[in-house]
């Protein structure tokens, strides 16, 4: 028997999307816990943690209108203990990374959701969780963050990873600053 080959980067390849930065709903913690019951009955044991991440998950944030959700799982390459699962629900799969972190990336047909499952122990966990709370805690991050988001979707994308891709380096001063904070 052969074993199955399978599509890894970007399911379906890029697809150009208009970058849209919103403000703030506050519709967005209630659209993320919706989803995250769905994706609990889907995932039933085999979820450790699911949490809120990403721009919609930091009140007064302006973003793009898309709910970023992070499930933990015991080993995210294991795609047995929840593909067939959160495909059922209703989530399609639009990312496979194993050669980074193993990371799945998984959203709905509106692509509204999106959902990034990372196993145990991932340093990337933790990277979300510092950003989201730090800017969470701290105005002045917040502001700056929003302004480089507001600055770069006015400008012509291929895709949107481009964009993300361009947000990088804000997105790592905020993170090392969180981290310096707690030294």
Partial sequence: M???RLETGLIGGIKKRRIEIVDYDPDWPNKFEKHAKIISGAVGGSLLRIEH????SVPGLAA???IDILVVVPNSASESTYLRQLEAAGYVLRVRE???????MFR???QDVHIHIYSAGCLEIQRNLAFRDHLRRNAEDRRRYEHVKRELAAKEWPDMNAYAQAKTEVIE?????SISEKW
């Fill in 108 to 110: 709905t047909v509106n």
């Fill in 53 to 56: 991440i990403g721009s919609t």
């Fill in 64 to 66: 793009k209108p898309i």
């Fill in 2 to 4: 052969t074993e199955e």
């Fill in 173 to 177: 001063s905020i993170i090392a600053a």
């Fill in 98 to 104: 194993p050669n980074w972190n193993e990371h799945r």
